[in-house]
Structures are given as structure tokens and as C-alpha cells.
């Protein structure tokens, strides 16, 4: 048995549902793709990885 026990905290469980409810809008497309190749160039690739989601998150929704 574990010695750790996570004790789940009200007000952070509807923090989080109330996000995930809210619109977010998002940066235009060129904008994001400049900072995909920032952080590509910069060799950041968990930001990489951050960019190139937002981008087909932004195009699926049809944001030019």
C-alpha cells in the first residue's frame, strides 16, 4: 500500500471542469506557426510539440 494518498480537492475539480467548459480562442495561424519555428530553431521541442497542436486545433476550428 502506498504511503501517499492523494486527497482529490473540490475547488481544483471545478477549476478544472469550468476550463474545460469556457471558450479559449486561439492566436491566428501565422502567428503560431512563428513560434512553431522558434522553438524549432531554438531545439525546444516540447514547444514544438505545443505549437504544431495549437496549429491543427486552429485549423480544425476553421481560424485562418
Known sequence: ?????????PT???????????ERPLP???AI???????NRLGDRHGVNLCA???ARAAQG???
Open 53 to 55: 497542436h495549437l496549429v
Open 33 to 39: 506557426l512563428a513560434d512553431l519555428l522558434t522553438a
Open 12 to 22: 481544483e475539480c471545478r477549476a478544472i471542469e469550468r476550463a474545460a467548459r469556457s
Open 1 to 9: 500500500m502506498s504511503r501517499y494518498v492523494v486527497v482529490p480537492r
Open 62 to 64: 476553421g481560424q485562418l
Open 28 to 30: 491566428p495561424i501565422p
